[in-house]
């Protein structure tokens, strides 16, 4: 995660400005994600809904 310095503001979008995949520059209305559970934990593959590559990886 890329977190901001001290001088930078956060903002919240507006309706017009949505998120892009990065690799196929489709836009990010909703994202996908696959569940993976096994021994006892699970992960999640958060991905584009267009494309399908992957975004992010966590676990529960």
Not at 42 to 55: A, D, G, I, Q
């Amino acid at each position: 995660m890329i977190l901001p310095d001290e001088h930078a503001q956060i903002t919240p979008s507006t309706k017009e400005e949505t998120p892009r995949c990065p690799h196929c520059d489709g836009e990010l209305n909703d994202l996908k994600f696959k569940e993976f559970s096994g021994k006892g934990r699970s992960v999640y593959l958060l991905f584009c809904p267009h494309c399908r590559k992957v975004l992010k990886i966590f676990d529960a």
